[in-house]
């Protein structure tokens, strides 16, 4: 008994220890995935990923991203603040020479460093001597990178361990390179509202085209909505124009929340924003809108003489289904009609309500 006793003893220990080391692992996944999505810059999601992750797991010794950059936009993107990255951090791969390291289904690769991958990926650094994890980005469909981890621990990455933090770590980093690069791409195109931070009518008038071309090709329905302020006018005339303009930075702020980096949010003018959803269903159309909705209505609006401000929306909504022929020559405007009927009606039926355009 006393030996059976002991044999269960040391069984309990290495579950204890196993599940302290799992717990510890996942915090540290949860440190770096909260890190990366609240990057500023690409700069910053580049030094989060391979910085962070270092600093949050020992046995890890060097981290670096390589990506598709054909006509070195990310490098010109990350040069003002390269001085704060390690060097070769950022490595620009070829299509052909990714596309050679991976094939379907992309998953990650673990194993001994061989001297052509220490090379092409850790520029020869010592600290990935020993085994690496090579994880691929996928972003819309497509390969577009990998996250290299390496370390001096030849058994640190075996062939054959599960990869589901590894792939789930890659997809958060990918989902963040996407978002960081559009934002990047609005500041230089001057596609940004100034007064709320998110995309204005010239930004959405060009992905409403683009999203249509893809709802052309078959790839899903596309939901787009508008989101009217009820009443904003009262509130300038009663509160002032710097009141009015709080209200607008939180409404933004509350319609940004949640949202995939697919999704967009643009203020179309004056007190009236629009979203399109492409992927999302009517069904989940009507579920995001009324979610919207009551999140505002819900919303603590409080100006600077600490009056609390009741703040509601009206929502009018349509969605383009696949394989629907009968949407006109222009799918867009036919969409974008709808949407403004609803509103419309949503406006004229007592406000604070969303209202889905009828299908064709």
Known sequence: MEQGGTTLDREWLRLRNQLRDNERIWAGFRQIEVQMIGSHSLTDLIGVI?????????????????????????????????????????????????????????????????????????????????SVALSPLIRRGELIGILNQGSRDPRHFISGTATDLLEHLAAVAALCIDNAINQERLKLDGLTDPLTGVSNRRFFERRIAEEVERWARQVGPLVCMMVDVDFFKQVNDQYGHQVGDRVLRQIASILGQDLRGSDVLARYGGEEFVLLLPGASAAQGAAIAERLRANIAHSAFVIPEGIDLNVTVSVGFACLEPGVDSYGSDPSVWLFQRVDAALYQAKQTGRNRVIQAPPE
């Open 50 to 130: 391979t910085q962070g992750i270092p600093e949050v797991f020992p046995g890890i010794d060097c981290v670096t991203l390589a990506c598709v950059d054909p006509e070195y936009e990310m490098l010109r993107l990350i040069e003002k603040g390269a001085s704060v990255l390690q060097p070769n951090s950022f490595v620009a791969i070829t299509r052909e020479t990714l596309d050679g390291l991976f094939t379907r289904p992309w998953l990650p690769r673990l194993g001994p460093a061989d001297a052509h991958l220490h090379s092409l990926l850790f520029s020869d650094n010592p600290s990935a001597s020993g």
